[in-house]
């Protein structure tokens, strides 16, 4: 190790956590610095970097996702459909509610899945969360259909029903099945004025925000005591960020878009006999083998999976990780989560990974999922050597530049722009009290030397200063900045 890294590791509160480290030249293979390398540490999402690259080889980089809508039933010539709607999920993590003018993704810095991790960092993106239901209802009523006498239902059996984290993982997904709240403050003691995207009837939105003086901390929470109603209730600082951002996760993702393209269609001049309103008819669904012998209405294309692998990686996205294994299940004829995550395994294990060196159990970066050191600077090892590198390459944020690493160093600092790495944060219980559970730091240096390096920075288990929550956000944000300044060390000197 060298004598920067070691100084960097044993400052306080850093030299309390257990720490471990990879650096190895990507060429010759040859290890620079190491510490701890074969001991499992906690990963956090730089369990998204095998995840990302398992779906890679099963889909590929230019896979696009097809989402129909077919019908049950005729049109007569009047445009009467006697049968039922059917918008068929294909896991499109966006559905077009991201996707911009040149046809990619947008993609924040800081994403507004983590708005309530994080509170006052999110910002939400300039596109249309509904731009894909939109498009879907065009096309429908361009087919000539105007009046729909049966139902409109969401067909989510692309694979078996699962959740992760208490968050449902489902093939249609809209504004990633979140209601986004923003709060602008007014003049402390005032209250903030609230607004919500998208607007649908599926929820009312019952607030009370009061803006307190600047210099304070936010303190927003949203819940629902009663269906379709959220209420949202705390206080932002009259120098917040306009707008504040913070979301509510939808419990029913398959009635919320049911009822958003109900919304849609409306819109476009396709009446709907069925209310809007109430939980997926699914019912209702023919077999999923004669949902595929249906006439089509419309067909959503998505941007190509390049983009969606982008969009993980840069802002950590839980949700869109959490697709992968399904994804990846169907890909293989299989159905579960479980199945996907034995795909990923089984990579690995083509990658030439020692299955003995992690263990991951899911896609996101839970605490359950360990690596050493040595297995994830492999895998970076292994996809460099891959045809489509630069699709993972890219995919991830670059140091003083974009994504989880915009502002770990500075724009000017030597190493900005040559450090491409995905981090990984959890706070969770050590010793019976709060602790930074795990900061991780893992990619690729273009080291001022000219040589690239696989690296790989862990460090598990620092308690959090006052066992608080607050504390410990404010750690991990230190730490993500400490990890930065060791990838810039080694850019300097591996």
Partial sequence: MSAELQKLMSATPWSSGDWGVQVTDLKSGKVVQSKNSTSRFVTGSTAKTFAVSAALDTLGGDHRFRTPIVHSGAVSENGRLSG??????????TLGGRTNAAGKLDVPDFDHYDANAVPGMATLTREDPLA????????????GIRRIDGDVVIDNRLWDPVSIGGTPITPTVVNDNLIDVLITPSAPGKP?????????????????????????????KTDSTTPGHI??????????????????QVPDPAA?????LIEALTRHGVTVAAPPLGSNPSSKLPSAKNVKGLPVSATYISPPFREYAKLINKVSHNLGANLLPPLMAVQHGERTYADGMKAERDFLARAGIDRKSFTLVDAQGLPGDKVTPVAQTELLRHLARRDDFDVFHNSMPSMGVDGSLADVIEPTDPAAGHIRAKTGTLVGAFKGKLALTTKALAGYIDAKNGHRYAFAIYVNNIPSPGNNVNNAIDLALKANKQLGAMAASIYQNP
Avoid: C, E
Wanted: charged content about 15%; cysteine-free; hydrophobic content about 45%.
């Fill in 192 to 220: 903030a004025k609230v607004n919500w995207r998208p607007k649908t009837a599926a929820f009312t939105v019952d607030a009370q925000v009061t803006t307190t003086s600047a210099g304070t901390k936010p303190a927003v």
């Fill in 132 to 143: 894909g239901i939109d498009h879907l209802a065009r096309q429908v009523a361009a087919s």
């Fill in 84 to 93: 039922n709607l059917i918008m068929v999920g294909s896991g499109d993590l």
């Fill in 231 to 248: 209420r949202v209730r705390g206080s932002v600082p009259a120098d917040a960020t306009a707008p504040f951002v913070t979301t509510y």
């Fill in 256 to 260: 919320f878009a049911r009822t958003v």
